[in-house]
């Protein structure tokens, strides 16, 4: 991103979206430090080398996943401009439970999964993505370190994210009228979830396990798709707001063509929900986007009093695509 020439402040004194994170000898961000409870993650994913691309969805560009778990509340919403995503928690039922349960999609690992099968489907160009015969190999396609209780969490974040129900509503006016407009969505049409009972013994399911995208999310990935640095996404590590601002900014270089300012509310709406007061977002929103600048040092942001403002510039990701998909196409749909 943009700086002056002492590499702190632009020249009309504001202060620039630079993280404090220092440079290696190689001229590469260092690595941003991580919570003491973030998953261990590498997010290089199998096929993929260092600094290769990967994709992401407009809308989930737009409007994120919550962060943390909302509880018995019957939707959330998000908001970016005109454009509103609407969540719902979908019924499911997990393994060894004999009650159905209606639990949202939150935290880091439905983001990396959304990250997997977004790629996935555009690089195969199928809507049928193979998760692996065992939770231990779905984990390692993500980069993720396997454990007991990482097993037992993405298991039932896996049915969440695939479960789920999403509107998004688009709303307009001019000087004649107003309007509105809708879509319904889902992730998945149908999924098969099949681990394996004892995976320190390499018990592999007996099907293994598929995900069938809905026909609306697999469009949105082949008409919309927003190329992401994996490289990057590694080197923010577990923090869902990490990977949302990383996520938004790239789609945000993707597509704005003139300086846009955007408010304190505006990003309030769109990222902090959860803080529950906008005053309690300001700070960890500020410290997320230095530390995605350090990352994405085309980024071009001023903080100003009220909010930020963004400037066309370089996508972090440039044309091109990768030759090799992530993993074998599976012969059926679930």
Do not use: C
């Amino acid at each position: 991103m943009a700086t002056s020439s002492n590499g702190s402040t632009p020249s009309n004194g504001r202060p620039r979206a630079r993280s404090s994170a220092a440079s290696n000898d190689a001229g590469h961000p260092a690595e941003v430090a991580k919570p003491a409870d973030a998953p261990k993650t590498s997010l290089i994913l199998p096929g993929m080398t260092g600094g290769s691309v990967g994709y992401s969805t407009r809308l989930f560009a737009q409007v994120s996943l919550p962060q943390r778990n909302p509880g018995d509340k019957p939707f959330i919403e998000r908001t970016d401009g005109n454009i509103t995503l609407t969540m719902r928690p979908g019924l499911f039922q997990l393994p060894g439970q004999p009650e159905k349960v209606e639990r949202y999609p939150y935290g880091v690992y439905p983001r990396l999964a959304l990250t997997y099968v977004s790629t996935e489907a555009f690089l195969s160009r199928s809507p049928v993505i193979d998760l692996g015969n065992s939770m231990r190999s779905f984990l390692s396609k993500l980069g993720v370190e396997y454990s007991g209780r990482t097993n037992r969490v993405v298991k039932e974040q896996l049915a969440a994210l695939f479960s789920a129900h999403l509107s998004v509503h688009m709303r307009d006016k001019t000087g004649s009228g107003e309007g509105t407009a809708a879509e319904f969505h889902t992730v998945a049409d149908g999924y098969t979830l099949w681990w394996a009972n004892d995976e320190s013994e390499g018990d592999d399911g007996l099907w293994g396990s598929v995900v069938r995208l809905s026909p609306g999310f697999y469009d949105s990935i082949m008409k919309e798709p927003v190329p992401v640095d994996l490289k990057a996404l590694r080197t923010l590590g577990g923090s869902p707001l990490r990977i949302d601002v990383y996520l938004w900014a790239a789609y945000k270089m993707h597509s704005l063509e003139a300086p846009t300012k955007l408010t304190w509310d505006d990003l309030y709406s769109q990222f902090g929900s959860q803080y529950g007061r906008a005053r309690a977002f300001k700070a960890p929103f500020t410290k997320a986007l230095k530390e995605v600048a350090a990352v994405y040092p085309q980024l071009d942001v001023d903080f100003v009093d009220d909010g930020i403002i963004m400037r066309p510039a370089l996508k972090h990701v440039q044309s091109g695509r990768p030759a090799k998909a992530i993993a074998p196409k599976p012969d059926a749909a679930a």
